[in-house]
């Protein structure tokens, strides 16, 4: 308790005298509010100077502190840009910009944390329809990262982003929350997505003038005839 007095997370009077259980929820409440008032590292420098192993921060601080140290937290730009506007504003407007801003943030830290920050080719699925994408390297050139958009009848879209972070976000903030790992195998192995393909197959010739409209129409009727 004595580093987070001394980083001012908790005063002197909030220190319960004799009683272990409530000092570990005192300390777990003040490790989280330390977080997001940005001064946890402050504190982790002072914890790991402190004690020399992991079961002594658990017993002297609770396994909550545990759990905070094994989980890096990943910080939306959307929730740096709200947390820095909040200052600036009412408290009223600032608990209004932080309540919207809060369920992107939340996706945003699930998904980066499980994948250690490297959410590459991880399948994300919308919540009210079959719908998907996933953030990959772009192989055009166009910039850094790209997210790749499908559906059951194939890739209907992308766009590019010149960093990782970004992708994901953009991805998130589009509505594609629910992690699905293996959605792309799983959808591109039905006869359903084999059709689509042949399809964009066919109107991609005609966007390319390889084909007359006419031509395009009379092929894509034959593969549902």
Not at 83 to 98: G, I, T
Not at 100 to 124: S, T
């Amino acid at each position: 308790m004595r580093s987070l007095v001394d980083s001012r997370a908790i005063t002197e009077a909030q220190v319960p005298a004799g009683d272990p259980g409530k000092a570990s929820d005192v300390a777990t409440a003040a490790i989280v509010t330390m977080h997001r008032a940005g001064l946890s590292a402050r504190f982790m420098r002072e914890l790991l100077n402190a004690v020399e192993t992991l079961g002594a921060i658990a017993e002297v601080y609770g396994v909550g502190a545990l759990a905070f140290l094994s989980t890096r937290r990943y910080r939306s730009s959307s929730w740096e840009s709200v947390c820095a506007a909040s200052a600036a504003v009412p408290a009223e407007f600032a608990r209004h910009l932080r309540d919207n801003a809060r369920p992107l943030q939340i996706a945003y830290q699930r998904l980066m944390a499980l994948y250690d920050g490297q959410p590459v080719c991880i399948e994300c699925r919308m919540e009210d329809r079959e719908s998907w994408a996933f953030v990959l390297p772009d192989a055009s050139g166009a910039k850094s990262w790209r997210i790749q958009q499908f559906d059951p009848d194939g890739f209907v879209g992308h766009l590019c982003f010149d960093s990782l972070d970004g992708a994901v976000e953009d991805m998130l903030q589009m509505g594609y929350r629910v992690i699905d790992p293996g959605a792309l195998d799983r959808i591109g192995s039905t006869a359903r997505w084999a059709l689509g393909v042949r399809r964009a197959a066919i109107m991609q010739k005609h966007q390319q003038g390889l084909v007359t409209y006419r031509q395009m129409v009379e092929e894509l009727s034959a593969l549902t005839t």
